[in-house]
């Protein structure tokens, strides 16, 4: 199945994105938001599955990341709000009413939030390994990424991006892997400075109070406004494991599919049984 990379413009400037599938079918489309350090390739085992199953799927490099525009922080703050400001651009842009999201990771967050303030335009949402409560904290690998001075070093080395893609599970990933990673952080040194002003104006804690409250409907009896679904590497070393095993409890319209071996970063550990579950709960 072929894979395309295209184009958009919308909001802060240019997005890059890969898409399968065909624009007429019958299924809602599928966005897939990558976490931090990612971009699209992030997703390269997923879309086939998605394309297989008859869904139209996009993965997104978001602004700043991959091979997308990088705008200057006097042009794009970087925040949370600056993130949902630019995806509500690019919803836009592509003309979607209905659509299916797929979140992964820090600044997949950003799309939980989104999903939550337009509940209207959702049909589904997976979350793979995504922040979901208060209690989460940004992992040091992720944390010091951002801090003055040592933040502007490693986020010019693009050896970090292994340290951190590693350091979320238990597994060392394929070196071809590790270098497309790295790729857009030896390409030019903007795409180290987003990275370094995404995890500083992260907001986490803000972001995930607003979260957290909005997942309300989920803990109720009632039908909630769309299905959700918990993809879950149960070998994550960046969000605990009494984390997420308290969150399902007190969230049972919450879907739950545990990836037993896979860690922070599903896809690269489990790539065929984490497709497979997506697919299975956006098909339901």
Same mark, same amino acid.
């Given at each position: 199945?072929?894979?395309?990379?295209?184009?958009?413009?919308? =909001?802060?400037?240019?997005?890059?994105?890969?898409?399968?599938?065909?624009?007429?079918?019958?299924?809602?489309?599928?966005?897939?938001?990558?976490?931090?350090?990612?971009?699209?390739?992030?997703?390269?085992?997923?879309?086939?599955?998605?394309?297989?199953?008859?869904?139209?799927?996009?993965?997104?490099?978001?602004?700043?990341?991959?091979?997308?525009?990088?705008?200057?922080?006097?042009?794009?703050?970087?925040?949370?709000?600056?993130?949902?400001?630019?995806?509500?651009?690019?919803?836009?842009?592509?003309?979607?009413?209905?659509?299916?999201?797929?979140?992964?990771?820090?600044?997949?967050?950003?799309?939980?939030?989104?999903?939550?303030?337009?509940?209207?335009?959702?049909?589904?949402?997976?979350?793979?390994?995504?922040?979901?409560?208060?209690?989460?904290?940004?992992?040091?690998?992720?944390?010091?990424?951002?801090?003055?001075?040592?933040?502007?070093?490693?986020?010019?080395?693009?050896?970090?991006?292994?340290?951190?893609?590693?350091?979320?599970?238990?597994?060392?990933?394929?070196?071809?892997?590790?270098?497309?990673?790295?790729?857009?952080?030896?390409?030019?040194?903007?795409?180290?400075?987003?990275?370094?002003?995404?995890?500083?104006?992260?907001?986490?804690?803000?972001?995930?109070?607003?979260?957290?409250?909005?997942?309300?409907?989920?803990?109720?009896?009632?039908?909630?406004?769309?299905?959700? =679904?918990?993809?879950?590497?149960?070998?994550?070393?960046?969000?605990?494991?009494?984390?997420?095993?308290?969150?399902?409890?007190?969230?049972?319209?919450?879907?739950?599919?545990?990836?037993?071996?896979? =860690?922070?970063?599903?896809?690269?550990?489990?790539?065929?049984?984490?497709?497979?579950?997506?697919?299975?709960?956006?098909?339901?």
């Amino acid at each position: 199945m072929p894979i395309d990379e295209l184009t958009i413009s919308a =909001g802060p400037g240019q997005w890059s994105y890969l898409q399968v599938g065909s624009t007429s079918s019958s299924k809602p489309p599928v966005l897939l938001l990558h976490g931090l350090p990612s971009y699209s390739y992030g997703w390269r085992d997923l879309l086939p599955f998605l394309a297989e199953a008859g869904f139209q799927a996009l993965a997104i490099d978001w602004i700043g990341f991959g091979k997308s525009d990088k705008p200057e922080k006097k042009a794009f703050a970087y925040t949370p709000v600056a993130f949902l400001g630019a995806l509500t651009a690019l919803v836009a842009a592509l003309k979607w009413q209905r659509f299916s999201l797929v979140v992964q990771g820090f600044l997949g967050s950003v799309g939980i939030q989104y999903a939550q303030r337009h509940p209207e335009q959702i049909e589904r949402l997976a979350i793979l390994n995504a922040p979901v409560a208060t209690g989460a904290r940004l992992p040091w690998n992720l944390k010091q990424l951002g801090l003055p001075l040592v933040g502007e070093m490693l986020t010019q080395n693009p050896l970090s991006v292994d340290q951190t893609l590693e350091g979320g599970g238990y597994w060392a990933i394929p070196n071809g892997d590790l270098g497309m990673f790295r790729r857009p952080y030896s390409l030019s040194g903007d795409a180290g400075r987003s990275l370094m002003l995404t995890v500083r104006n992260l907001q986490l804690e803000a972001a995930l109070s607003e979260i957290e409250a909005g997942f309300a409907p989920w803990r109720s009896p009632e039908t909630p406004p769309f299905p959700v =679904g918990l993809i879950w590497g149960m070998r994550d070393r960046y969000l605990k494991d009494a984390l997420i095993q308290s969150f399902r409890a007190s969230h049972p319209q919450i879907g739950f599919y545990p990836i037993q071996e896979a =860690g922070h970063y599903p896809l690269e550990q489990e790539p065929e049984a984490v497709s497979k579950a997506v697919v299975r709960f956006l098909s339901e």
